[in-house]
């Protein structure tokens, strides 16, 4: 099994910016596309954003123009740059690698004043 491992999270104020990665090593990164996921306490996983193997990206629409999610397969590790926070932004961010399925542990994001 290949799993995915997140960092990056941390606390930030409203406006400010974080970059997460989501490294998967044990495969040929290349042939996976790889999604973020984000859940805060009482809400079901929300899908992010996700970038197809091919280099095609898509988000959900409350992160258009704020987030952008960029891959390096020799490094074989996506990112998440985060720009113009809010406070809805906070959740523990989950990488998840298709087909095959592996979430990782998740890393948090607090955005507060």
């Known amino acids: 099994q290949v799993q995915p491992v997140e960092s990056g999270g941390g606390l930030v104020q409203p406006g400010g910016s974080l970059r997460l990665s989501c490294t998967a090593s044990?495969?040929?990164?290349?042939?996976?596309?790889v999604g973020w996921y984000r859940q805060s306490p009482g809400k079901q996983r929300e899908w992010v954003a996700i970038?197809?193997?091919?280099?095609?990206?898509q988000y959900v629409d409350s992160v258009k123009g704020r987030f952008a999610i960029s891959r390096d397969n020799a490094e074989n590790t996506v990112y998440l740059q985060m720009n113009s926070l809010k406070p809805e932004d906070t959740a523990v961010y989950y990488c998840?690698?298709?087909?095959?399925?592996?979430w990782g542990q998740g890393t948090q994001v607090t955005v507060s004043s």
């Open positions: 998840k690698l298709f087909p095959i399925g592996s």
């Open positions: 970038i197809f193997k091919n280099g095609r990206t």
């Open positions: 044990g495969s040929i990164f290349s042939i996976y596309d």
